[in-house]
């Protein structure tokens, strides 16, 4: 399933800016980033557990926000871009 994956992380104390690198390097483990604070992740729903348990364990309850928008198997044609695309499919194969 292709779940967007939105934060914001209060970054006023040097601890909120600690959960900020924290919360994208985990995101960045999982899917790719497409603007500062959103990545696009390719997860089954065991990775999307897990995924979800590991920020939940990062973020501070009270002042950090993590939202996760399930797109759906149709997901390519819920997406549109304007100006520069520098993101590559997910669900496609790469080759390194």
Known sequence: MMVLVTYDVDTI???GSKRLRRVAKE???Y???V???V???SLTEAQFVILRAKIEAIIDMEL???RFYFLGNH???RI???GKKTSYNVASELII
Do not use: A, K, L, V
Request: net charge negative; proline share 0%; with cysteine.
């Open 39 to 41: 990545f696009e992740c």
């Open 13 to 15: 104390s040097e601890t």
């Open 80 to 82: 549109e871009y304007i």
């Open 64 to 66: 950090d926000s993590i």
């Open 27 to 29: 995101c960045q483990n």
């Open 75 to 77: 997901w390519e044609r």
């Open 35 to 37: 603007q500062n604070s």
């Open 31 to 33: 899917g790719q980033r």
